[in-house]
């Protein structure tokens, strides 16, 4: 299972936004224009992130994006659902019953009564992750890198970025 870099940047993108004051807004290619990325790319993953009301659209010339809900409210696998969609990492095709020893036709018990014990422990170990990614949420990571990682100065220029950039 890997991730695409868009759960990665999307994250970035919205801790950056927790910034904002209410009611102002930011555009795509000033998120971008900071990350280094192009505007093309980060658009199609705000279109996702909009689908799921994770970011709110603000139409017009001056329009841009805002957070759709609390910070606090935004968990990581809401965020990685968005930009990866809601299947779920493993599909067990029942590869166990395709034994050349074992007629189709008459499957043993163990077979057609239990499910499948790889499939058992894939869906397990997927929400236990989701379970742990439910809990870690935007603000969490915001409090993280503003107040203990960046220096003063680090957040003065990012913060000051981002207000000058929005609307």
Known sequence: MKFSVGVEYAIH?????VELEAGKSIG????AEFQGISDSYLSKIFAKLAKLEIVKSQPGVRGGYSLGRDAKKIS????????EGKDPFFRCQEIRCNNR???????????????????????????????????????????????????????????????????
């Open 28 to 31: 795509v290619h000033d998120l």
């Open 13 to 17: 993108c919205l801790i950056y936004m």
């Open 101 to 167: 020893f074992l007629l189709q036709d008459h499957l043993p018990d163990a077979y057609t009564k239990s499910p499948c014990l790889i499939s058992e422990v894939m869906h397990e170990g997927e929400r236990q992750m989701k379970e742990y990614l439910e809990k870690k949420t935007i603000f969490w990571l915001y409090d993280e890198v503003y107040n203990r990682q960046f220096t003063k100065e680090q957040r003065k220029k990012t913060v000051e970025y981002f207000n000058t950039h929005s609307w």
């Open 76 to 83: 990581f696998w809401d965020v990685i659902e968005a930009v």
